[in-house]
């Protein structure tokens, strides 16, 4: 056997045991969620995580490389910038379907925040307001507007709370837990117990007012972050948009989110956008 037979094995094994990691993570969080969400048709659940599936397929396999590119990740060019943050486990690479369409609708621009999100969450908060004082900086504004995904969320929302909101002008949160996740099994990190639903993290902040405007945009069927419930902001000011059927990654590529994000960060709006297109979600 060559040294290019051996690569290849190498290079297969590594794909088959990536492949079958993600039927895993599909398949467990799947039927984790069932305990905490609506009642679906078995077609529409299937549909999910098969999207679920394609877009882990296609966004983890580019994690290192965005490590090292994607600061700039589209948007216009003369707008509030717009700083996304992404979410547990993951980077930037989360966010170009939505750095896209704020281009196409020339808001932005757009700038991804990477972070290590197994650190506490009040650390990366600091970490954040570094970054967003450096685009501030480099654009000459005094503000800009954040996206965030997932953990992303309550990294943002420490940021606010801790600056009262000085440097942000609006704020979106997709798949965010602001309540914690009711999973109860491992999770990694320093951050983990702030994650969990009843954590002294999460009781503290449930009566935080938001300092600023913010817009929730999570799913009926989340099987990362569920219930639903826990990701709502209505109670501390926020706005909540509730949308059918999207898995956790499947959001930050759903043509009805990303409509949802650029309306809120242009007009003000967000809730009929997503009302109104809720029959397309998958």
């Known amino acids: 056997m060559t040294s290019s037979d ?26 984790l969620m069932r305990t905490h969400t609506s009642k679906r048709p078995t077609s529409d659940a299937l549909r999910s995580a098969f999207a679920e599936g394609m877009w882990a397929l296609v966004t983890q396999p580019l994690l290192p490389l965005f490590y090292f590119v994607g600061r700039r990740l589209g948007g216009g ?12 486990m993951q980077n930037r690479v989360d966010f170009v379907r939505i750095g896209r369409a704020l281009r196409d609708a020339n808001a932005g621009p757009a700038y991804g925040f990477n972070y290590p999100w197994f650190s506490r969450v009040e650390d990366n908060a600091e970490r954040l307001a570094k970054f967003v004082d450096d685009v501030c900086r480099e654009r000459g504004v005094d503000k800009v507007d954040l996206v965030c995904h997932s953990l992303g ?16 002008r609006k704020c979106v949160t997709i798949a965010s837990p602001h309540g914690g ?12 117990n702030q994650l969990r639903a ?11 007012a938001l300092p600023v405007p913010c817009l929730s945009i999570y799913s009926t069927h989340d ?5 639903p419930a826990t990701s709502m902001l209505a109670a501390r000011g926020g706005r909540d ?36 297109s809720a029959s397309r979600a998958a």
């Open 198 to 208: 009843g954590s002294d993290h999460a009781i503290a902040r449930a009566s935080h």
């Open 77 to 88: 060019r003369d707008g509030v910038p717009v700083v996304m943050v992404h979410g547990y």
């Open 241 to 276: 948009v509730v949308v059918e059927g999207h898995s956790h990654l499947a959001l930050l590529f759903s043509p009805v989110v990303a409509e949802a994000v650029v309306d809120f960060l242009r007009y003000g709006g967000g809730d009929a956008v997503a009302a109104s």
């Open 153 to 168: 969320g309550l990294v943002a929302t420490e940021y606010l709370r801790t600056t009262a909101g000085a440097r942000v």
């Open 6 to 31: 051996i690569l290849q094995r190498i290079a297969l094994g590594i794909a088959l045991a990536f492949v079958v990691g993600i039927a895993i993570y599909v398949a467990a969080s799947f039927a």
């Open 223 to 227: 099987n990362v972050v569920h219930p």
């Open 181 to 192: 996740v009711a999973w109860q099994g491992p999770i990694l990190g320093a951050c983990a």
